[in-house]
């Protein structure tokens, strides 16, 4: 069964920094793009950007570059979305997602079950 | 950046109607559309993909449709569980944008 396990639930302080995780299992890892998208309490899905595991290519939304970093560890099955210094605005959940084929020009057919992120001092 | 915007809102309909709710890109996507589904409290869940393709062990009362900048959802016959709020989102480049979603309720 192709799945994708996220870390758990964080609650940070403004300023500090975090990296959350989501692990890919029952496929490929290296051969399919692996994206990112948030949720804010309320509203709806943002596409933060994608990254494909075997040479770490990254693509990012203009409104996340710079905000945020995509990375992964292939040898762990394991993307990481952090961040260097949260924002209450940063307070969301966010998903993993996978495209349903190898190119990165596919829909996301399989998801993280979500990781909140809560920023509060 | 292509502009993807769903249209309603929101939307309230009876058991039985037939819902429809439209995604307009604000340029060209060619069929590079997917609907998602995604119920209060849940993850997200592929509908349709390439615009009118119905994803695997999804009721066939949904259906897509459209090309280039406008695409429609259509639900046949509104069920109780169809209650949710779905997502246009276009792939056809990054960033793969998602329409700001139309919340359907049952009436």
């Known amino acids: 069964e192709v799945q994708l396990v996220q870390s758990g639930a964080e609650v940070k302080k403004p300023g500090e920094s975090l990296k959350i995780s989501c692990k890919g299992s029952?496929?490929?890892?290296?051969?399919?793009?692996i994206g990112w998208v948030r949720q804010m309490p309320g509203k709806g899905l943002e596409w933060m950007g994608i990254?494909?595991?075997?040479?770490?290519?990254?693509r990012y939304s203009p409104s996340f570059q710079g905000q945020v970093t995509i990375s992964v560890d292939k040898s762990i099955s394991t993307a990481y979305l952090q961040w260097s210094s949260l924002k209450a605005s940063d307070t969301a959940m966010y998903y993993c997602?996978?495209?349903?084929?190898?190119?990165?020009?596919?829909?996301?057919?399989?998801w993280g079950q979500g990781t909140m992120v809560t920023v509060s001092s | 950046d292509i502009q993807m915007t769903q249209s309603p809102s929101s939307l309230s309909a009876s058991v039985g109607d037939r819902v429809t709710i439209s995604c307009r890109a604000s340029?060209?996507?060619?069929?590079?559309l997917a609907w998602y589904q995604q119920k209060p409290g849940k993850v997200p869940k592929l509908l349709i993909y390439?615009?009118?393709t119905l994803q695997s062990g999804v009721s066939s009362r949904f259906s897509g449709s459209g090309s280039g900048t406008d695409f429609t959802l259509t639900i046949s016959s509104l069920q109780p569980e169809d209650v949710a709020t779905y997502y246009c989102?276009?792939?056809?480049?990054?960033?793969?944008?998602f329409g700001q979603g139309t919340r359907l309720e049952i009436k």
């Open positions: 997602a996978r495209p349903q084929s190898y190119g990165y020009k596919s829909a996301f057919d399989t």
């Open positions: 029952g496929y490929s890892f290296i051969n399919y793009w």
């Open positions: 990254i494909y595991p075997g040479d770490s290519d990254t």
């Open positions: 340029q060209g996507i060619y069929n590079y």
């Open positions: 390439a615009a009118s």
């Open positions: 989102q276009k792939y056809n480049s990054a960033p793969f944008t």
